[in-house]
């Protein structure tokens, strides 16, 4: 275990440093607009974030999502949003936006108010794969026929568990377990690709549930599961007090079941947790980051990158209406990487991705030495194991990609804490 546990300190370390020199950056002290015209010709993806949810909100979640008490919220975060996408497609200028993403909160809370932000996106940037997730409480009466019509190409539905005890203990509130099956089941066909999202790692998780999510998952017939560890920030305990980190051996273990299970169907690993149907060869996953270098994250608390430089959108929904309204964007904070630090990014996203061959262009000797060593390594290896079914090399990878994340929501909790 020693290995792991060096592996999650260092991550751990990049992960804090990272996240303290971005709250710490002044809003907006490298020159935004000129950083977005320099995109110029390149491929990105779009993040679209809308943070509201239906009520009750879980308590297990860690995303920027704030009850949805009344429509004129929601109306007015709208009319926002279509504002900040005007101001992005007069400066992308020739990027050429590859796939665009709409993640929450939920963004079906309101899909004919989702079906004017497509309309908007697609009148700018074409007829673009569009990935959006829901909670399937949004999905009812109707509401999966009116997301059809919309073209969607991928429906990700927040499923977390198909067993009470795992969703009480989160503190997700959700339709009976039969009635989530049958909207999977309706949903199947709909759409290109349909991913259900499951949580596993909880307290009092054990082999036998693992495998259950996972059976149930399949037998449903699903082209896609996403498999995610829960990643409670260090405030989360105040609402999940139970909650206890899994010790590393605990969690490989865990882990080691989970991917024995997957592999004994007809599915395959896109990344440690991302489960495909190997017949559905051609799927968008949740990680878009593993596909794309560069994404524009436009919303509140949405992160964008372009090449070395970062940004956060502000965190607080009536802080980011006004914004837009003054300059038409609502970075909140922003920096420039390192050059050591950007090509970690940089490699991190195609290791995740199980993407060895992606090309990168490394920007520093130290990290085209590390590059170069883990490409040999990794070339060795495959001769010897498939690493898309080794579980000792997709944990580590999971390790690294959980203490990232769990970092990010470090960033929000500080960021709905001081409203920045
Ligand atoms: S898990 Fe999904 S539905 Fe629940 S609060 Fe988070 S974003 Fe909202």
Not at 250 to 256: I, S, V
Not at 275 to 304: A, H, P, R
Request: contains cysteine; aromatic residues 12%.
């Amino acid at each position: 275990m020693p290995i792991y546990s060096t592996l999650r300190s260092l991550t751990r370390l990049f992960s804090y440093r990272f996240i303290s020199r971005l709250i710490n950056s002044l809003p907006d002290k490298v020159n935004h607009k000129k950083m977005i015209h320099s995109v110029k010709s390149r491929r990105i993806a779009l993040y679209v974030h809308i943070p509201y949810c239906l009520e009750p909100v879980c308590r297990f979640c860690c995303f920027v999502r704030y009850p949805l008490r009344s429509d004129s919220d929601l109306i007015s975060y709208a009319r926002a949003l279509v504002n900040e996408i005007d101001w992005y497609s007069s400066n992308l200028e020739n990027a050429s936006v590859g796939s665009i993403y709409f993640g929450g909160g939920t963004p079906t809370v309101n899909i004919s108010l989702l079906g004017e932000l497509i309309d908007v996106l697609r009148s700018y940037f074409g007829m673009v794969p569009i990935t959006v997730e829901s909670n399937p409480r949004t999905l009812i009466n109707g509401g999966l026929d009116q997301l059809k019509l919309l073209k969607i190409n991928r429906l990700s539905i927040g499923i977390q568990s198909f067993q009470d005890w795992k969703l009480k203990r989160m503190g997700r509130y959700s339709l009976p377990i039969e009635e989530n099956k049958k909207i999977i089941r309706e949903a199947l066909g709909k759409f290109d690709t349909v991913n259900i999202d499951l949580v596993w790692g909880i307290p009092g998780e054990n082999e036998r549930s693992v495998i259950y999510d996972v059976v149930t998952a399949f037998n449903l017939g699903v082209d896609q599961a996403t498999f995610y560890p829960i990643m409670p920030p260090p405030m989360k305990s105040k609402v999940m007090p139970d909650y206890v980190s899994l010790p590393i051996s605990r969690e490989l273990k865990l882990y080691r079941t989970l991917l024995s299970t997957v592999l004994s169907y007809d599915y395959r690993p896109d990344t440690p947790w991302c489960m495909s149907k190997m017949s559905n060869s051609q799927q968008l996953i949740d990680e878009y980051i593993t596909e794309y270098y560069d994404f524009i994250g436009i919303g509140v608390s949405s992160i964008g990158k372009i090449r070395d430089y970062v940004y956060v959108d502000t965190f607080s929904p009536e802080k980011y209406v006004k914004m837009i309204k003054k300059r038409g964007y609502s970075v909140s904070r922003s920096m420039k990487l390192n050059k050591i630090d950007s090509d970690l990014f940089d490699i991190d996203s195609s290791l995740f991705g199980l993407n060895i061959r992606k090309p990168i262009s490394i920007k520093s000797f130290t990290s085209f030495l590390l590059w170069s060593l883990a490409q040999l390594m990794f070339f060795s290896l495959s001769r010897l194991i498939n690493v898309r079914e080794n579980a000792n090399i997709l944990y580590a990878l999971h390790l690294v990609q959980k203490t990232l994340y769990s970092g990010m929501n470090a960033l929000r909790e500080i960021g709905i804490k001081h409203k920045i």
